[in-house]
Structure formats: structure tokens, C-alpha cells
């Protein structure tokens, strides 16, 4: 199984990125898809997670302005980003329980970079 995120990149702030995460590989089922960030110096961070059904969590820092989606039959996953603020900047990476015909295991993706400037 493999996890493949895009869409990173420089944005002003007050801009507006998509992020994409597509799963592939002998997968039966997904489970939670979510997507975290880490910042330099700190630590990784949770920013939103969905379950298979549809239900949403957020990091209280990015309420109101990201929106996170799935398509199942993609098996991919998505995080529109409103109203970035520099704070926003860090590597954001996807990650997602995945069942196989061989067992269950939580993936993770490369990472993607977005860059908020002041």
C-alpha cells in the first residue's frame, strides 16, 4: 500500500490550497483518513481526520477554515485550506488505516510542503 499526496506549495497568506492523498496498492477497505503537519522545530500535529462514514475532527487552530473530504472510490483523501496564516506552514502529511486481504496497517505518505507568506 502506498500513499501519494500533492498539492503543496508557496501560497500568501489569506490564499487557498488543495491538498490530495491517494492510497493504492491490494486495499479491501480504508478506514480513518487524516491528515497531520509538522512545522520546524515542532512536532507532528494532528490537523483533521474523516472516518469511512463521513465524520469529521479538526485541530481547534484550523476550525472554520479547512475542510477535509474522502472519496471512497478513489480512496483518496482531501484538505481544503482557507484563509492560510503563516502559522499554517509546515509539511503536511496523510496517513490512513488501511485493511488488506493480509491484515490492517496505518500508512503514511511522503509529505507535501506549503509555504504561507506574510
Do not use: H
Amino acid at each position: 500500500v502506498q500513499l501519494q499526496a500533492s498539492g503543496g506549495g508557496l501560497v500568501q497568506a489569506g490564499g487557498s490550497l488543495r491538498l490530495s492523498c491517494a492510497a493504492s496498492g491490494n486495499i479491501y477497505r480504508i478506514a480513518n483518513m487524516g491528515w497531520r503537519r509538522q512545522a520546524p522545530g515542532k512536532q507532528r500535529e494532528l490537523v483533521a481526520v474523516i472516518t469511512s462514514a463521513g465524520t469529521t475532527n479538526y485541530a481547534d487552530s484550523v476550525k472554520g477554515r479547512f475542510t477535509i473530504s474522502r472519496d471512497n472510490a478513489k480512496n483518496t483523501v482531501y484538505l481544503q485550506s482557507n484563509s492560510l496564516k503563516p502559522e499554517d506552514t509546515a509539511v503536511y502529511y496523510c496517513n490512513a488505516v488501511v485493511y488488506t486481504p493480509y491484515g490492517s496497517g496505518d500508512y503514511w505518505g511522503q509529505g507535501t510542503l506549503v509555504t504561507v507568506s506574510s
